[in-house]
């Protein structure tokens, strides 16, 4: 899902495989904060959401490695 603000922020909610904890959380915020035009991120192990305010709609493509990188699968939007 993805929603753009009267502030003109856009926020996108991704589902996200394999977090269980506090640590996954906090390696998927880190990975993704990384990307360009990224405001705040929310991950939650017990829902596998991924709730990210960014500047602009984000490359899906970039998320994804992101969340690869930190060691997850990006399942798609929510």
Do not use: K, N
């Amino acid at each position: 899902m993805t929603a753009e603000t009267a502030t003109g922020t856009v926020t996108t909610t991704y589902r996200v495989t394999g977090m269980t904890c506090g640590h996954c959380e906090g390696a998927v915020t880190e990975e993704v904060s990384a990307l360009d035009g990224v405001h705040s991120v929310e991950a939650v192990a017990a829902t596998g959401l991924v709730t990210v305010t960014s500047a602009a709609a984000l490359d899906e493509a970039a998320v994804r490695a992101a969340v690869d990188e930190a060691g997850f699968e990006l399942a798609g939007q929510a």
